[in-house]
């Protein structure tokens, strides 16, 4: 069975719509993070949160929100998708030491 | 800021050639280093990392990298490749307790049979 799982897997939506993409870890790691990965461009990182009650702006979180519901749950919002928003996002979860992260399948997102 | 450089955007190589990948850094403090894989279609693995101790690190499918500090550099290697090491590979480096990865920009690797 896969530790980080992200859903949905591919999602298809219009330019102001909500979205929210959902990441499940039964690594039991306290540190969870999204990026969105663009071509040529790497990772880049949007959010993170250490523990339940921790979140953190990574460098392009403008127009994301996130929730950590649980220690085994992180999830990314797009309050009012736009197309540049169109990448794909991967969840990944590290423990505190010794900084490993490890990722999720990823969703890949087109905003139209 | 910190930044991840990775020069070579697209490398096509036949198999059984050797390889070298680039990766070099902008930070002078003491750096955590990592290669990621990403193979087509999947999430990203983790090949390899450097915390401390010997520069010359080997991870998983034959490959290794070596940190040399006087040139920021960690660069990834394999003495020879085969078609299923096509992917795209990510250098990422980290700072001390607490600091986030930063990704470069990726080297897609594309091996011909």
């Known amino acids: 069975d896969a530790d980080v799982t992200q859903t949905p897997r591919n999602r298809i939506t219009k330019t102001g719509k909500r979205i929210m993409l959902e990441c499940s870890q039964t690594k039991g790691h306290d540190r969870m993070y999204w990026y969105r990965q663009d071509p040529g461009l790497g990772l880049q990182l949007i959010y993170y949160?250490?523990?339940?009650?921790?979140?953190n702006k990574g460098e392009i979180s403008d127009g994301y929100s996130v929730s950590r519901q649980a220690q085994a749950k992180f999830s990314l919002s797009l309050e009012s998708a736009i197309p540049n928003q169109t990448a794909l996002y991967f969840c990944?979860?590290?423990?505190?030491?010794?900084?490993?992260?490890?990722f999720g399948p990823g969703t890949r997102l087109t905003v139209l | 800021a910190q930044s991840v450089s990775q020069h070579n955007h697209h490398v096509i190589l036949s198999e059984a050639a050797s390889l070298e990948l680039g990766c070099n850094y902008s930070?002078?403090?003491?750096?955590?280093l990592f290669w990621y894989v990403q193979y087509p279609g999947q999430h990203l693995q983790l090949l390899l990392k450097?915390?401390?101790?010997?520069?010359l690190v080997k991870g998983i499918k034959g490959f290794e990298a070596e940190f040399i500090k006087s040139k920021f550099s960690f660069n990834l290697r394999k003495p020879s490749v085969q078609w299923s090491d096509t992917a795209e590979y990510f250098c990422a480096v980290s700072r001390n307790a607490g600091n986030m990865l930063t990704f470069g920009g990726g080297t897609r690797l594309m091996v011909k049979p």
């Open positions: 949160s250490f523990d339940v009650k921790d979140i």
């Open positions: 930070y002078g403090g003491t750096v955590n």
């Open positions: 990944a979860t590290s423990d505190s030491n010794p900084h490993e992260q490890f």
């Open positions: 450097y915390f401390s101790g010997d520069p």
